[in-house]
């Protein structure tokens, strides 16, 4: 899959404490862009400092059919797919601690290489979680 950057951001989930912010303003500035834009949405998780508790790039994203695009996801890559309960006000971070919660108990073997949250212009959100 290759994926062309709209904005992306530096972050860390336990040490920035404007981490909300920081990605409220990165997906509107990406917003302005994306305006006209209907068809399926990243937000990138990559260039890992170590494991979910290091810091991250986070990067909104579209496909793109153009070979130079700036990252490339190996279609060899293996997923552990999670779906986000869209009626949830707080479903994405919800999923994303039940993602923590099992990579705690070692119910969960993360890759580390790229993660991405995938928004369906249908309002569905799944959350794809590399694995070994």
């Known amino acids: ?21 920081k ?20 937000g ?6 170590s494991d979910y508790k290091g810091d991250y790039t986070l990067s909104v994203a579209i496909e793109s ?25 707080y479903g994405i971070l919800n999923t994303w601690k039940e993602i923590w919660e099992r990579e705690e108990k070692r119910d969960l073997e993360r890759a580390y290489s790229f993660d991405f949250e995938k928004y369906y212009p249908n309002g569905q959100i799944e959350i794809h979680i590399a694995i070994k």
């Not at 990605?23 to 990243?42: G, R």
């Not at 990138?44 to 400092?49: G, N, Q, T």
């Not at 700036?70 to 293996?78: A, D, G, L, W």
């Open 44 to 49: 990138l998780y990559y260039d890992y400092e």
């Open 1 to 21: 899959m290759n994926l062309t950057i709209i904005k992306s951001i530096r972050a860390n989930n336990f040490k920035d404490r404007a981490i909300i912010q």
């Open 65 to 89: 059919s153009d070979n130079e695009s700036p990252i490339k996801i190996p279609e060899t890559s293996k997923y552990k797919i999670f779906e986000v309960d869209t009626l949830d006000e």
């Open 23 to 42: 990605i409220a303003n990165m997906w509107e500035e990406a917003s302005s862009i994306l305006k006209n834009h209907n068809e399926v949405t990243y």
